[in-house]
Nanobody
Framework: QVQLVESGGGLVQPGGSLRLSCAAS????????MGWYRQVLGNQRELVAE???????NYADSVKGRFTISRDNAKNTVYLQMNSLKLEDTAVYYC???????????????WGQGTQVTVSS
């Protein structure tokens, strides 16, 4: 059993910053890609940023230059530093991990429960 637990969401004013964390725990053999997605009620979930096990990153155009994704492989944790937040960043943010639970080459996708980020004045 694998769990992803997110933390760090909340209410912030436009221009402010927040840092999200997501820790993976349980029966984990190896974690490949970790990432953050967000979803506004009524819309599809969209990629915010992702990072590979080697540190390669990919960002949505809307957050480039404002958000930074990083990970601590020793702690099985991924972070999202969000700066210069805008009203349109308001959403539920979900952590996602692609991982293996044993050394058989099979990969699984896991999601966290989501954390609310609200940008409002």
């Amino acid at each position: 059993q694998v769990q992803l637990v997110e933390s760090g969401g909340g209410l912030v004013q436009p221009g402010g910053s927040l840092r999200l964390s997501c820790a993976a725990s349980g029966s984990i053999f190896s974690i490949y890609t970790m990432g953050w997605y967000r979803q506004v009620l009524g819309n599809q979930r969209e990629l915010v940023a992702e990072i590979s096990s080697s540190g390669s990153t990919n960002y949505a155009d809307s957050v480039k230059g404002r958000f930074t994704i990083s990970r601590d492989n020793a702690k099985n944790t991924v972070y999202l530093q969000m700066n210069s937040l805008k009203l349109e960043d308001t959403a539920v943010y979900y952590c996602r991990a692609i991982l293996a639970t044993k050394g058989d080459g099979v990969r699984y996708m896991y999601w966290g429960q989501g954390t609310q980020v609200t940008v409002s004045s």
